[in-house]
């Protein structure tokens, strides 16, 4: 199907269209909780919070740490890294001679 607006590139694939005859009708998932219905003492805790119970605590920003800093050696190593990185990419800006935009006294 061609879409208006939307280029074809090679590679893509069409694909004929859906019998409607083959479609299920959309169901809604069913969990199981046999601890509950099983009657197991402290089911109560595994059991799922509904999403409005905790949606305020979802946190959407992003960018997490990946490991945990026990030391001040922990933050030496990491800023050492980071500027690592920062010299090497003004470097690499400094070294570019295509008439970039980018000023270097700025970097």
């Not at 694909?15 to 219905?37: A, G, H, I, N, T």
């Not at 799922?48 to 740490?65: C, S, V």
């Not at 922990?74 to 970039?100: P, V, Y």
């Amino acid at each position: 199907m061609v879409y208006p607006g939307i280029p074809k590139y090679p590679g893509d694939e069409e694909y004929p269209p859906v019998d409607p005859e083959l479609m299920d009708e959309p169901k809604s998932m069913l969990f199981e909780y046999p601890d509950q219905d099983n009657q197991v003492p402290g089911w109560e805790k595994w059991e799922p919070l509904q999403l409005e119970e905790f949606a305020d605590e979802i946190d959407t920003r992003g960018g997490y740490l990946q490991l945990v800093a026990t030391t001040v050696s922990d933050f030496d190593k990491e800023l050492s890294h980071a500027r690592t990185q920062e010299e090497e990419l003004r470097m690499a800006i400094r070294n570019h001679s295509t008439g970039s935009n980018i000023d270097p006294v700025a970097v």
